[in-house]
C-alpha cells in the first residue's frame, strides 16, 4: 500500500511539475469564463426581449432554454474530459516502458501492480478535480446568472467521470502493449466510434430503424463511454430540450449501461494490471 | 538449486520470437564476489541482467537471487541497480530523485535524510542536489543511478555498463565504489566492456557467447598462470642448441633471436631460478620481464572477433 501511495504522489508531482496541472487549472477556468460570459449576453436578450410568441407555441419556454444552454455546456466540457482523459495518461506506462524509466522503479521492491495502481488513482484524482470544476462551475454560473438550477446534475457529474475512467482505463491498457503514438490514436479511435455508434442508435429510434437501434447497442457494449453520457444527459434534461433529441432521439438509455460502464473499467484496469504484469520490461 | 551463492541460474533461456537472446546460461556467483560478465554485444549480457532482476521472463530454465526465485519482489529489497540505459525522471532533482526511489525502498524519513545526501556526497554530486536531472550530464546522471542502486544498502549490486558515459576521474570513483561494496561484503554484479576496468576490479569473469558460458576464471588465475618470458642478454654467442635443451627445463615455446629469448612458463615461480641459471651459463643478462595475457587477448582468444546472436 505504501509503494502506491508513493507512485500516486509520484503521479500528482510530474502533473504539476509538467505544468500539466496548471493547464487543467486554466483550461477549465477559460472554459467557465466563456460560457459565463455566453450565458450573460444570452440572458439580457431575453431579459429586454423574452421569449419569441412563436417558440412559446411550439412548447419551448424559458426552462427548456436554459437546460438547452447547461447540457450544451456539459456536453462541451464531456469533449474536453474525453480528451483529457486519453491524452494526459497515454504516456505514463507507454513513455515510461518505450524510453525505459521503468526499469529503475519495477526492479524495486513492490509489485508491478502496485505502480500501474499509484499512476492510475494519480489520474482518477486528477481527471475528477477537473471534471468537478467543470461541472459545478457550469452548474453555479448557470444558477447565479438565470436562477436556473438544473435537476440531476451530481449525476451528470458521475457520468462524465466514469466516461474518464472508462478512456482512463483504456489509455492503461493500451499503455502497457502500445507506443505513445498508437495508444493515443487507440483513445481517439474508440470515443469517435462510441461517439458514431450513439448517433447511429438515437438515429435508429427516430426512423423506428431496428438494425440501427442494434449497431448502437453493439457500440456501446464495446465502448459504452458515449452512452454513459447519454444516460446522464436524458435525466439532465429538462422540456423540449432539443440536444436530447439529437443524441437520443425517441429513446431512452437503459440506466444498466451506468453498472455495465463501471464493470468495463474495472475489467480493463485489470487486464491492463495483468498485461503490465506479464510484459518484459 | 542451493542457497549458498547470490545469484544461480541453471539452464535458463529467453526467446523473442524467433530470435534467442540467452540459449542456456549456467551461473553461480559467490557472496561478495565482484564479478565479472563478459561477452561481444548481443551475446545475451543485458537480457540475462533483466532476467535475473525480474524485468524479463526467461522462456525456460531457473534461477536464484539470495536464495529467492527471481521476481520476487521481497529479495529485490537487498538489490541494486543501475541499467545499461540510464533514463530517469528528469523532471525531479537529483534529491528528490534519490529520495523517491528510497521510499521505493521502504526506508523511512530519517533513513532517507541520512542516506540521500550521503550517497549524493560520494558520487561527487553535492553541489547539483537540486539541479533538476535534465540539466544533468551523461556522466552525473550515471553517477546518480550509481547512488540510487547504493541506496538500500544492498546485498548485490547489478551494475550494467556503470562506467560508459563516465570521465576517468568518474572510473576512479566508480572503481573505488566497486572496492568498498567488495570490503563490506556486496556482492558486485558486473558489465562493462571496458575490459581493462574489469581486469583491475573483478575476482572472477565469465566469458558468455550466444547466451551460453564458455569460460570462467578467476582473475588471480591468469596472474598466476602461464607467462610468457621475454629475456634480453647480450650476444648469443653460446651453442645455441644446448642453450634451447637447458631452456626447455623452464618453459616450452622456446625461441632464440639475436640478443633475445622468449618461452612461456608455466607459472612464475620458477623465475629467480631461470635468472640464476642464465647468469650461470655466462650470458650478461640485461632484463628479464613476464608478460601475463590481458582481458582483452583473452577476451579475443574466447569469444573470437564475431558477434554474438
Not at chain 1, 83 to 102: N, R
Not at chain 1, 160 to 186: D, H
Not at chain 2, 205 to 234: M, N, P
Amino acid at each position: 500500500m505504501k509503494s502506491v501511495v508513493v507512485m500516486f504522489k509520484l503521479t500528482l508531482r510530474e502533473a504539476a511539475r509538467r505544468k500539466v496541472l496548471w493547464g487543467l487549472l486554466i483550461l477549465s477556468v477559460l472554459f467557465l469564463v466563456l460560457y459565463a460570459l455566453g450565458l450573460s449576453f444570452i440572458q439580457d436578450e431575453i431579459a429586454r426581449f423574452g421569449v419569441r410568441p412563436s417558440a412559446s407555441r411550439n412548447g419551448f419556454d424559458l426552462k427548456t432554454g436554459y437546460s438547452f444552454l447547461a447540457t450544451f455546456a456539459l456536453y462541451a466540457a464531456n469533449f474536453l474530459i474525453v480528451l483529457l482523459a486519453v491524452l494526459i495518461p497515454m504516456d505514463t506506462l507507454a513513455g515510461e516502458i518505450g524510453s525505459g524509466t521503468i526499469q529503475s522503479l519495477a526492479v524495486k521492491p513492490l509489485r508491478r501492480s502496485q505502480i500501474v495502481l499509484g499512476k492510475w488513482l494519480g489520474f482518477v484524482l486528477l481527471l475528477g478535480a477537473c471534471t468537478l470544476l467543470l461541472v459545478g462551475g457550469t452548474v453555479a454560473i448557470t444558477a447565479a446568472i438565470t436562477g436556473y438550477v438544473l435537476p440531476n446534475a451530481a449525476l451528470g457529474w458521475g457520468a462524465m467521470m466514469l466516461e474518464a475512467l472508462v478512456f482512463l482505463s483504456v489509455s492503461f491498457l493500451g499503455g502497457t502493449r502500445l507506443s505513445t503514438l498508437a495508444n493515443g490514436v487507440l483513445g481517439f479511435g474508440l470515443f469517435i466510434v462510441a461517439f458514431i455508434g450513439g448517433f447511429i442508435g438515437a438515429f435508429g429510434t427516430l426512423i423506428g430503424s431496428n438494425a440501427a437501434i442494434k449497431i448502437g447497442d453493439i457500440v456501446s457494449l464495446v465502448m459504452p463511454s458515449e452512452m454513459v453520457w447519454r444516460a446522464a444527459l436524458s435525466e439532465m434534461a429538462e422540456g423540449i430540450n432539443p440536444l436530447r433529441y439529437m443524441l437520443l432521439g425517441q429513446g431512452t438509455p437503459d440506466a444498466t449501461i451506468l453498472i455495465y460502464a463501471v464493470i468495463y473499467a474495472a475489467v480493463i484496469l485489470l487486464l491492463a494490471l495483468v498485461s503490465f504484469q506479464r510484459r518484459d520490461l | 538449486m542451493s542457497a549458498t551463492y547470490t545469484v544461480e541460474t541453471s539452464h535458463l533461456r529467453k526467446e523473442y520470437s524467433r530470435k534467442v537472446a540467452v540459449a542456456d546460461l549456467d551461473l553461480q556467483v559467490g557472496q561478495g564476489e565482484v564479478f565479472g560478465f563478459l561477452g561481444p554485444n548481443g551475446a545475451g549480457k543485458t537480457t540475462s541482467i533483466k532476467m535475473l532482476l525480474g524485468l524479463a521472463k526467461p522462456t525456460s530454465g531457473e534461477a536464484q537471487l539470495l536464495g529467492q526465485p527471481i521476481g520476487d519482489p521481497q529479495s529485490r529489497s537487498r538489490v541494486g541497480f543501475l541499467p545499461e540505459h540510464f533514463r530517469f525522471h528528469d523532471w525531479l532533482n537529483g534529491s528528490e530523485f534519490l529520495d523517491l526511489h528510497a521510499q521505493l525502498y521502504g526506508l523511512d524519513e530519517t533513513d532517507r535524510k541520512e542516506r540521500v545526501p550521503a550517497l549524493l556526497k560520494r558520487v561527487g554530486l553535492e553541489e547539483h542536489a537540486t539541479k533538476k536531472l535534465r540539466g544533468y550530464s551523461k556522466g552525473m546522471l550515471q553517477r546518480v543511478g550509481l547512488a540510487q542502486a547504493l541506496l538500500n544498502q544492498p546485498a548485490v549490486v547489478f551494475l550494467d555498463e556503470p562506467t560508459s558515459g563516465l570521465d576517468p576521474i568518474g572510473r576512479i570513483l566508480v572503481r573505488d565504489i566497486i572496492r568498498e561494496l567488495r570490503d563490506e561484503g556486496t556482492t558486485v554484479f558486473l558489465n562493462s566492456h571496458l575490459l581493462s576496468e574489469v581486469e583491475i576490479t573483478c575476482d572472477r569473469v565469465v566469458f558468455i557467447k550466444h547466451g551460453t558460458v564458455v569460460k570462467s576464471i578467476a582473475l588471480k588465475e591468469i596472474e598466476q598462470g602461464a607467462t610468457q618470458v621475454e629475456i634480453r642478454v647480450g650476444a648469443l654467442s653460446a651453442d645455441r642448441a644446448e642453450l634451447e635443451r637447458g631452456l626447455a627445463q623452464f618453459g616450452t615455446e622456446v625461441r632464440l633471436d639475436t640478443d633475445r629469448i622468449h618461452l612461456m612458463m608455466p607459472n612464475q615461480t620458477a623465475l629467480p631460478e631461470l635468472a640464476r641459471w642464465l647468469i650461470g651459463q655466462g650470458l650478461d643478462l640485461y632484463a628479464l620481464t613476464p608478460h601475463h595475457a590481458s582481458l582483452e587477448e583473452m577476451f579475443l582468444q574466447i569469444v573470437g572477433t564475431g558477434g554474438g546472436l
